[in-house]
């Protein structure tokens, strides 16, 4: 949000001097919860680290102990703690029947008013109606969207016109390095079946 406003600020013809009281929210020290601690999870929670960050998780299967205590994360068996106690929320988990919705005013009642909620999974995973309304009404502080339900929003959706808010077009992997990798992983994954070989990347394992 800050980082958009900025910007926006620094380029603007209107602009004279930079307000030294327009302050954002500090990122070391703060309690980041991580919703799905899978292989990105993970990496995020590696990351995260690095700011020293307190690092909670809820995950529907915990982590081995040395796995946590190499990113200092703890684990919240219940999803609500999680959200009781996180000043920033990320959201990374597969769309399933399970996780439609999975964040819904319910959920973002349970949240800090000084949170903030970051979703890179899959839009569908938050309930938009419940979030512009949370949003509106300063229920959490501000939201981070890199996917949303659908892609593009109808260029009059409610969302696109809160300054708390910032959306990007699903380009958390849109990197040339990232896309040659995906590739050379399914062309790897490919050469197994044919060969009769283990899949390296097996979705659904047997």
């Not at 959920?107 to 569908?124: C, D, F, H, Q, V």
Request: neutral net charge.
């Amino acid at each position: 949000m800050y980082l958009h406003a900025g910007c926006q600020i620094a380029v603007s013809p209107d602009t004279k001097y930079f307000a030294v009281d327009w302050l954002g929210v500090e990122v070391t020290r703060a309690t980041l919860g991580i919703i799905g601690m899978g292989s990105i999870g993970y990496k995020v929670a590696q990351r995260a680290r690095a700011f020293n960050m307190r690092i909670l998780y809820h995950n529907r299967n915990r982590r081995r102990k040395e796995e946590e205590e190499a990113v200092g994360a703890h684990y919240c068996a219940k999803m609500e703690d999680l959200l009781q106690q996180s000043d920033f929320v990320m959201l990374v988990v597969n769309l399933t029947p399970e996780t439609h919705k999975l964040i819904g005013k319910k959920e973002l009642g349970l949240m800090k008013p000084t949170a903030t909620l970051i979703n890179i999974s899959r839009g569908a995973v938050i309930d938009q109606d419940a979030l512009v309304e949370a949003l509106q009404n300063k229920v959490i502080r501000a939201a981070a969207l890199d996917v949303t339900y659908p892609e593009p929003l109808p260029r009059d959706h409610p969302l696109l016109n809160l300054n708390n808010v910032i959306i990007t077009p699903h380009i958390g992997t849109a990197t040339v390095q990232a896309i040659h990798m995906m590739a050379e992983e399914a062309i790897a994954n490919i050469l197994a079946v044919l060969n009769g070989q283990p899949i390296p990347s097996e979705v659904f394992p047997k």
